[in-house]
């Protein structure tokens, strides 16, 4: 069963820094793109980041180019997303996902970022 | 930014009736490699999305077989030949073709 636990949310304030982390299970990880995608509160759906399978590529959505880092480890099975220089509208459920592309799909439960002063 | 335009937003369905949601992109959704990267999540209240269809028609392993997907270039559609009780929630598209990937804004389908 594809499970994806993400972790690293928390209250910080604006400007301040948090490192997420997507430890992935039940597929072989390192064969597969991943995203990362946001929630606002009682909002839709944004993605954030992607990165392909071997960790060259990376793509960013336009707000979070030069504040954002994707990377991954496929040794550990796991995803991360460094934020800095948060912003309040960075608010937000953040979840790894499968890139839909090909036959398998998965999201976690997400981790909830909160930045305030 | 392609901009993905759902419709209805809102969709009060009978139970046992279809329901049918349209998702229209902004530029074509056809990738270099010929695949088009079009996919349907549904998020029910207090859950996470889960995958439903990519690549316009493809269920995801365990989706009923009352969702079906259709659609080319720019001109998509997700339906529910019945409408079950557990199938209320929002109703994303999402393209994966470009960068940066972009969802509809939802639509919510509620039991009248």
């Known amino acids: 069963e594809v499970q994806l636990l993400e972790s690293g949310g928390g209250l910080v304030q604006p400007g301040g820094s948090l490192r997420l982390s997507c430890a992935a299970s039940g597929f072989i990880f390192s064969n597969y793109v991943m995203d990362w995608v946001r929630q606002a509160p009682g909002k839709g759906l944004e993605w954030v980041s992607g990165?392909?399978?071997?960790?060259?590529?990376?793509d960013y959505a336009d707000s979070m180019k030069g504040r954002f880092t994707v990377y991954r480890d496929n040794s550990q099975n796991t995803l991360f997303l460094q934020m800095n220089n948060l912003r309040a509208e960075d608010t937000a459920l953040y979840y790894c996902i499968i890139r839909p592309i090909i036959g398998m799909g998965g999201w976690g439960q997400g981790t909830l970022v909160t930045v305030s002063s | 930014d392609i901009v993905m335009t759902q419709t209805p937003l809102s969709s009060p369905v009978t139970l046992g009736q279809p329901a049918s949601i349209s998702c229209r992109s902004s530029q074509s959704l056809v990738h270099s490699d010929g695949n088009t990267y079009l996919s349907w999540l549904h998020q029910r209240p207090g859950q996470p999305p889960r995958l439903l269809i990519y690549k316009i028609f493809n269920r995801f392993s365990g989706v009923p077989d009352r969702f079906s997907g259709s659609g080319s270039g720019t001109d998509f559609t997700l339906k529910i030949s019945r409408v079950e009780a557990e199938d209320v929630g929002v109703y994303y598209c999402m393209q994966s073709t470009h960068f940066p990937h972009t969802f509809g804004r939802g639509t919510n389908v509620e039991i009248k």
């Open positions: 990165i392909n399978k071997g960790g060259e590529r990376t």
